[in-house]
C-alpha cells in the first residue's frame, strides 16, 4: 500500500518493509492533521439510454524496447505498429532497466503489449459505445527524461514532434478499437514536450498536436477547437447524437496546478486565468440555451491527502493542507453551475475515485456537481489496468450507471478483462448524480469505522485489482476528501467545526 504525490495512491505493497515504514509515516501524518435502475426511472429522464468509454491515464511507454527508438523516430506514425510488432531486441529488459535507472523512474507504464491488450479489451467490451472519453496522461511518466537519454543529440523540435507521434498513435490507436466513433482526449501533465508540469501556452506543441485532439469535432465547432487548444490546451464539442442538446467542455488543467511551469521553468498565471475565464462562458453560453455539459479536466481538484501528510502539516495545528490545484477558482466555478453541468470527469491518482463539487450556498436549482475520477490503464502503482463503460440517459445527460472492466493481470500477456464492479449494484443508486453522491458520501464519512456494504465496496474498488483493506487506518480522513474540495472546509471536516 502506497499513497502517492500525483493524489491519493494507495498500493498493494504491504508484504515489503519499506512500504510498511512508508505507510506508517503518512498514516501518522494524516492523523496528525488529524440493483441497476432503468432511465425511464429517473426524474424527467427518458427511456433511451446509450453507453459510452472512459478512459484514463493510459502513460504508453514507447521506449519499452529502447533500441527501437530510432526506427520510431524515423518513421510515420502508420508504421508504429509494424515497428512495435517485430521481435524485442535480445537484450530489451537490460537496456531499459538501465533507462528506467537512468530516469529514476519508480515502475513501469504502459508497454505495446498491455496496450494492444487493453485496446482488443475495449473492443470487445465497449463496443457499443457512441462516444469515448479519455481523460489525459497519454504520454509515459519521464518522457523527457527518456528521450534525452536516447537521443543526446535530439534538439527540443526533435523531441516535440516524438512526443507529438506518440500521442498521435495512442489516440488513433484508441480511435481504431472504438470502431470510428468520436474520440474526445485531455492533456494530462505528462503530456508535454518540454516535460511533466511544464507547458507553454500558445506554443506550437499545442497547435501542432491539436490537430489530433481536434479531429473528431465537426463543423465550425473543429475550426474553433483547434483555436482554443493552440491557445491554451482546451476546447469545446457537441456531444453525438443521439445525446440531446449535451456539450463536452474539455481543460488542461495543467496550467491550474500547483507544480505548473513553462518550459523555461518560470511561474506563469495567465494561462490558467484565461482557461476559467473561458470556461466561464462557456457555462454561462450552455445555460441560455439550455445545454447540458460535461467537463473533462485530468487533475482534479481538492486536496492532495500525500503531499499534506508527507510534509507533516499540522492542519489541526493552523497549517495549510496540499492542494492538488493553485487556487480554488476551478471548483468554485463548476460547483456555481450544477443547474447546467451533469458530470465532471477527472484522473490522475490513478484510482477509481468520486468526488462532490458543492457550491457554497447549495439550493435546489444548482446542488452542485458529481465528479468522477477515472482509474488508469497504466499499472505504474501496483493497480490492474482498467477502464469503464458508462451508461447515460441521453435525454438529460445524467451518468446512470457505469462498471469498471479490469484486467487480470497488469502485463497484457495472458491477459483476461472482466467487470471489477457495477455502481448501481455496489452502492445500491440509480444515478452518479450530486444528489445521489451527496446521499453516499455522507453515509461513507458516518461509517468512521468503514464497516458498512458501501465502505467496503469502496474500500474494494478503489485499488482496482488489488485489496487495500488498509485504507480503513485513515478512513475518516479521506472521506473529509470526497465532498471538501476547499481547503478549509476540508480542515474543518477533520479537525471539526472548533478549528
Not at 403 to 425: L, P
Amino acid at each position: 500500500m502506497r499513497i502517492r504525490g500525483e493524489g491519493v495512491v494507495i498500493k498493494g505493497m504491504w508484504k515489503r518493509e519499506k512500504s510498511r515504514a512508508f505507510l506508517s509515516a503518512c498514516v501518522l501524518g494524516l492523523w496528525a492533521f488529524t440493483a441497476q435502475a432503468p432511465a425511464h426511472a429517473l426524474n424527467g429522464g427518458s427511456a433511451l439510454t446509450i453507453q459510452a468509454l472512459f478512459v484514463s491515464d493510459i502513460h504508453f511507454e514507447p521506449f519499452w524496447d529502447p533500441a527501437k527508438a530510432a526506427q520510431l523516430a524515423a518513421a510515420p506514425v502508420a508504421e508504429w505498429n509494424t515497428i512495435f510488432a517485430a521481435p524485442s531486441t535480445a537484450d530489451r529488459e537490460a537496456q531499459f532497466a538501465q533507462l528506467e535507472k537512468t530516469c529514476h523512474a519508480r515502475g513501469e507504464d504502459t508497454s505495446y503489449i498491455l496496450l494492444q491488450s487493453s485496446l482488443r479489451a475495449i473492443h470487445a467490451q465497449a463496443a457499443g459505445a457512441r462516444f469515448a472519453i479519455v481523460s489525459g496522461d497519454l504520454l509515459a511518466h519521464s518522457f523527457s527524461c527518456k528521450y534525452a537519454a536516447l537521443f543526446p543529440k535530439g534538439t527540443p523540435e526533435d523531441k516535440r514532434r516524438f512526443a507529438e507521434k506518440t500521442i498521435d498513435y495512442v489516440v488513433t490507436s484508441l480511435r481504431a478499437a472504438v470502431r470510428g466513433v468520436p474520440v474526445y482526449a485531455a492533456l494530462g501533465n505528462n503530456d508535454s514536450d518540454c516535460g511533466d508540469y511544464q507547458l507553454d501556452a500558445n506554443g506550437a506543441f499545442l497547435k501542432e498536436s491539436g490537430e489530433v485532439f481536434a479531429a473528431d469535432v465537426r463543423g465550425a465547432e473543429q475550426a474553433q477547437a483547434l483555436l482554443t487548444f493552440a491557445a491554451g490546451g482546451y476546447y469545446s464539442v457537441s456531444l453525438p447524437a443521439p445525446m440531446e442538446r449535451a456539450r463536452l467542455v474539455v481543460l488542461d488543467d495543467l496550467f491550474m496546478s500547483q507544480r505548473y511551469k513553462t518550459c523555461s521553468g518560470k511561474d506563469d498565471a495567465a494561462p490558467a486565468a484565461a482557461q476559467i475565464a473561458w470556461l466561464e462562458q462557456q457555462l454561462n453560453a450552455a445555460r441560455s440555451r439550455k445545454e447540458k455539459v460535461w467537463v473533462m479536466a485530468h487533475i482534479p481538484p481538492g486536496v492532495d491527502v500525500y503531499s499534506t501528510a508527507i510534509r507533516g502539516v499540522n492542519i489541526c495545528g493552523g497549517g495549510n493542507p496540499r492542494m492538488f490545484l493553485a487556487s480554488e477558482a476551478l471548483p468554485e466555478l463548476l460547483a456555481g453551475y450544477g443547474d447546467v453541468i451533469r458530470l465532471a470527469i477527472f484522473a490522475h491518482t490513478h484510482m477509481d475515485e468520486m468526488r462532490l463539487l458543492e457550491p457554497e450556498k447549495a439550493d435546489g436549482a444548482r446542488p452542485g456537481v458529481a465528479a468522477k475520477i477515472v482509474a488508469s490503464i497504466s499499472p505504474i502503482d501496483g493497480n490492474n489496468p482498467s477502464f469503464t463503460v458508462a451508461k447515460i440517459d441521453a435525454a438529460t445527460a445524467r451518468l446512470v450507471d457505469y462498471r469498471v472492466i479490469a484486467a487480470s493481470n497488469q502485463t497484457g500477456v495472458a491477459t483476461a478483462w472482466r467487470e471489477e464492479y457495477d455502481f448501481a449494484r455496489a452502492y445500491k443508486r440509480s444515478e452518479f448524480s450530486a444528489a445521489a453522491l451527496k446521499s453516499l458520501i455522507e453515509g461513507l464519512a458516518a461509517d468512521s469505522a468503514a464497516q458498512t456494504s458501501a465502505s467496503q465496496s469502496y474500500i474494494r474498488n478503489y485499488g482496482t485489482g488489488m485489496s487495500v483493506p488498509e485504507l480503513q487506518l485513515f478512513w475518516p480522513q479521506y472521506t473529509c476528501t470526497l465532498k471538501n474540495d476547499e481547503a478549509a472546509a476540508f480542515q474543518a471536516c477533520v479537525c471539526g467545526a472548533e478549528h
